[in-house]
C-alpha cells in the first residue's frame, strides 16, 4: 500500500472489553512502532519492533497491553479488560531504517480512535 | 516531568502573517529536535527538523530557529495559508531515535494553529 494503515478507524469499547487493534505498515519496513495519542496531547511511545522482534515495550502502561507482529509485518495491539482511561487515539508508524533512528523516515498511519464507555 | 514544552496552546494569524509556535526542552542530551503537523483524523508527518549545529533551518515557508544555550526552538511559517490550519508539535530526541525510554521521541503538548482567510 502507499501508507500505514490502520483498522478499525474508530472502536467503541465497554469498560472490561477486550481490543484489538491492526496496523499494515508500509510494505518492506522493518521497524514498527506503537503510539498513544490522548486528547490534547503530543503522541507517547508504547512499544517498538524490528522484523518481528519486540525490542522495546517500555512504554506499554499496564499488563494488560500486549503486542505482537509474528511474520515480521502486520502488527496487532491488543488491549485486554478495557479501562476509561485507555480511550485515545493509538497511532501506528513504520520505518526503513533498522532500529528506528532515522526520525526523518518514520511514516504514520492515521490511528484508530479508541473510546471505553 | 514535562520534558519539551510547547506554547501557544493555540494561535490564530491572518493570512498571509507569521506564525510563531515555541518549545523549550529540559534534557541537554537531546540532539535532534523535529517539528510535526497533523491533521484532524491524520497521524502526524514530518515537517523540518534541527540537529543542533545549526542555529537555523529553512524549508520553503517553513523555518526553525534553534537557540542551544536557552534550550529553545521555534517554528516560524511565513505567509501563512489557510491549508496550513493545523495541530503542530514539537519534538525532541537523541540520535533521532523514533521509540522510548530517555533518549526517545518527545513531543510537546500540540499547538492548534487557525490561519483565518
Known amino acids: 500500500g502507499a501508507g500505514v494503515s490502520q483498522s478499525p478507524r474508530y472502536k467503541v469499547a465497554k469498560r472490561g472489553q477486550d481490543v484489538a487493534l491492526r496496523c499494515d505498515p508500509i510494505?518492506?519496513?522493518?521497524?514498527l512502532f506503537w503510539y498513544q495519542q490522548a486528547l490534547g496531547q503530543g503522541p507517547e511511545f508504547l512499544t517498538y519492533f524490528q522484523n518481528e522482534a519486540q525490542l522495546d515495550k517500555s512504554g506499554l502502561p499496564s499488563d494488560r497491553f500486549f503486542a505482537e507482529r509474528p511474520e515480521g509485518s502486520v502488527s496487532t495491539l491488543k488491549i485486554q479488560r478495557t479501562q476509561q482511561e485507555d480511550s485515545a487515539v493509538y497511532l501506528c508508524?513504520?520505518?526503513?531504517?533498522?532500529?528506528?533512528?532515522?526520525?526523518?523516515?518514520?511514516?504514520f498511519g492515521s490511528g484508530t480512535q479508541l473510546s471505553v464507555l | 516531568q514535562q520534558q519539551v514544552k510547547q506554547s501557544p496552546q493555540s494561535l490564530i494569524v491572518q493570512k498571509g502573517g507569521i506564525s510563531i509556535i515555541n518549545c523549550a526542552y529540559e534534557n541537554t542530551a537531546f540532539d535532534y529536535f523535529p517539528w510535526y503537523q497533523q491533521f484532524p483524523g491524520k497521524g502526524p508527518a514530518l515537517l523540518i527538523a534541527?540537529?543542533?549545529?545549526?542555529s537555523e533551518k529553512k524549508e520553503g515557508r517553513f523555518t526553525i530557529s534553534f537557540n542551544k544555550s536557552a534550550k529553545q526552538f521555534s517554528l516560524h511559517i511565513m505567509d501563512s495559508q489557510p491549508g496550513d490550519s493545523a495541530t503542530y508539535f514539537c519534538?525532541?530526541?537523541?540520535?533521532?531515535?523514533?521509540?522510548?525510554?530517555?533518549?526517545?521521541?518527545?513531543f510537546g503538548k500540540g499547538t492548534h494553529l487557525i490561519i483565518q482567510p
Open positions: 534541527i540537529r543542533p549545529d545549526v
Open positions: 508508524a513504520s520505518s526503513p531504517i533498522k532500529g528506528g533512528t532515522d526520525n526523518e523516515k518514520l511514516f
Open positions: 510494505s518492506g519496513h522493518v521497524s
Open positions: 519534538a525532541a530526541s537523541i540520535g533521532a531515535w523514533s521509540g522510548g525510554g530517555a533518549d526517545g521521541l518527545t
